[in-house]
């Protein structure tokens, strides 16, 4: 059964940093395709960022690129989403999920599903 929890999540400010975490089990990362989501408040779902297998495979959405980083850790099944200089826009409920498709057009796909998990809050605010 494949199951994921996300956590990381807090209040910074804007400029700060956080590294949010998804733990993954019932499937293993090299086969799997696994994305961040976020939602903002009064929002749909947003694809922010995904990896599959190889680090050479990612996906991040324009809002967020530049600033976020994503990568795997095989050994501990977790895929980490490093955000950096983070700002109020940015505040919102970031969800994982995955698949054993490809990141493009999984993740955009994935917004338009009513299911999500419980989430991680991510508040940027002074």
């Known amino acids: 059964q494949m199951q994921l929890v996300e956590s990381g999540g807090g209040l910074v400010h804007p400029g700060g940093s956080l590294r949010l975490s998804c733990v993954v089990s019932g499937f293993t990362l090299d086969d799997y395709a696994v994305g961040w989501f976020r939602q903002a408040p009064g929002k749909d779902h947003e694809a922010i960022a995904c990896i599959r297998g190889s680090e050479s495979s990612k996906y991040y959405a324009d809002s967020v690129k530049g600033r976020f980083t994503i990568s795997g850790d095989m050994a501990k099944n977790t895929v980490y989403l490093q955000m950096n200089s983070l700002k109020a826009e940015d505040t919102g409920v970031y969800y994982c999920?995955?698949?054993?498709?490809?990141?493009?057009?999984?993740?955009?796909?994935?917004?338009?599903?009513?299911?999500w998990g419980q989430g991680t809050q991510v508040t940027v605010s002074s």
């Open positions: 999920d995955a698949s054993p498709r490809r990141c493009t057009p999984w993740v955009l796909a994935r917004t338009r599903l009513a299911s």
